[in-house]
């Protein structure tokens, strides 16, 4: 027997989304207001602030943009990328009036207190005070860069402004003759195409003139150095692959020539609907906040179903397995099973037989998980032969499964119908205001894993 109850077996249990893909109930949202589920491929992300993650610095949009998201404070270690700390230490320097007498000055550096790396590792200078910018690493090609992406800006105004010319002289093919009715119309497009042409007079006028070099392909390849041959390697001096992806624009080979690099901005954004365009969730401003306005997880409304129990599965052999039914709301939920044959599902290569009458789970109540007596069914009617235990908001239902397959796993799906109780504000201004219930389905696929040897 395999005991499956644990909270990290979502990715098993999968839930068909309103937009068809198949998702674990903790990556899915659920929009009060169209009554279906939502993924991170069907709604629209927007991003609401940018913000550093070791000093929280929150910055607009427009600066973040202005500093290519990255923290003009913070640092990455090059070598293992965790953030680094500004140290501090003694050294004893010449006095300016005399030079036999030291003087002890306190100096600050980087270093990494994951792998131990500084800055005084590849020659860095150190700073007398602590705050203020430290050295960087100038690129050779940066003025080369900016002038080929100001080319291509260029290029693209002026192709727009070509399309606008174009789309306002079209070539007619017949000859009309304007009429009073008509001359409002012809004088307003005159008087966009004449606009559309200055415009790309004056572009054409401020445009500055970048030389673009033609690189030609050569078949004659430059023989490799002679050290590669002579010299061993010291592979703890070679940076590696990722190393140097860290840093595209130095293209560093050797580990003396990384340098510290600005820590990259995360976002807060909010998820909305595409269809009824609501917040599914709405993060806190402030970056060292971790609570949400709206979070309207699916977690938190739909029924959670769990592997409990699984047997030994045997090829073609019927077995019993207890999926576990988790009632999240504060009110109790009928539901009601609906078994899927395996040419119907994608997916599924087993059958299963789910029980055929309408179950019920009670309310959420967190006072009573500290309960060690189990409940009695009596008052809910459950038959021993379906239901296998009942405690607090959770249920314990016997299916049987039966493989149909003797290679993949085994998986299986099923149709999951439920009472939801709207009980939030409703949108329409009516007289009553009693809780909207409405029977939802939703298609759960779960894979019960491989067959028994």
């Not at 602030?49 to 990455?76: G, Q, V, W, Y």
């Not at 592997?307 to 045997?314: G, S, Y």
């Not at 009695?376 to 039966?402: M, N, S």
């Amino acid at each position: 027997m395999k005991k499956m109850a644990d909270l990290q077996q979502y990715e098993k249990v999968q839930i068909l989304c309103s937009c068809g893909i198949r998702s674990p109930i903790t990556k899915l949202y659920f929009c009060k207001h169209c009554m279906k589920l939502r993924c991170k491929r069907c709604v629209s992300h927007e991003v609401d602030s940018h913000f550093c993650p070791n000093c929280l610095e929150n910055m607009p949009s427009a600066e973040a943009k202005l500093k290519k998201n990255r923290c003009a404070n913070c640092f990455d270690c090059p070598s293992c990328s965790h953030t680094l700390s500004t140290r501090a230490t003694s050294v004893a320097q010449p006095d300016v009036e005399d030079q036999k007498k030291s003087t002890t000055r306190k100096v600050y550096y980087l270093a990494c207190g994951f792998c131990r790396w500084s800055s005084r590792d590849i020659g860095m200078k150190d700073k007398q005070a602590a705050s203020g910018q430290w050295d960087e690493k100038e690129n050779a090609n940066t003025t080369r860069i900016s002038d080929l992406l100001e080319y291509y800006r260029q290029l693209s105004i002026r192709e727009k402004q070509e399309r606008e010319r174009k789309r306002f002289t079209r070539r007619r093919t017949y000859f009309s003759m304007p009429d009073k009715s008509a001359s409002s119309r012809t004088s307003r497009r005159s008087s966009a195409l004449m606009s559309a042409l200055a415009s790309l007079k004056t572009i054409e006028n401020n445009e500055k003139e970048i030389a673009v070099e033609e690189v030609e392909a050569s078949e004659e390849v430059e023989p490799l150095p002679a050290k590669f041959y002579t010299q061993a390697v010291v592979l703890e001096k070679v940076a590696a692959i990722e190393q140097r992806h860290m840093q595209p624009e130095f293209s560093c080979s050797n580990i003396n020539e990384l340098f510290p690099r600005h820590k990259h901005l995360l976002i807060k954004r909010s998820q909305r609907c595409r269809e009824c365009e609501h917040n599914l969730s709405k993060p806190e401003f402030n970056p060292s906040s971790i609570k949400f306005k709206l979070q309207l997880i699916a977690l938190h409304y739909l029924p959670d179903v769990r592997i409990f129990l699984v047997p030994n599965l045997q090829f073609e052999r019927e077995s019993h397995v207890t999926l576990l039914f988790v009632n999240p709301m504060e009110y109790t939920t009928n539901i009601k099973l609906e078994a899927i044959e395996p040419e119907n599902s994608p997916l599924a290569n087993s059958k299963i037989v789910v029980p055929e009458e309408e179950l019920i789970l009670a309310a959420k109540d967190d006072t009573a998980e500290f309960d060690d007596q189990p409940q009695d069914g009596t008052q809910f009617e459950d038959k021993p032969e379906i239901v296998q235990f009942r405690r607090a908001h959770k249920l314990g239902i016997l299916v049987k499964v039966t493989p149909l397959t003797s290679t993949n796993d085994v998986i299986v799906s099923f149709i999951l119908r439920y009472v939801f109780k709207n009980i939030s504000t409703p949108l329409r201004n009516t007289e009553e205001k009693l809780p909207e219930i409405s029977w939802l389905q939703n298609e759960v696929t779960i894979n019960l894993g491989t067959l028994s040897q």
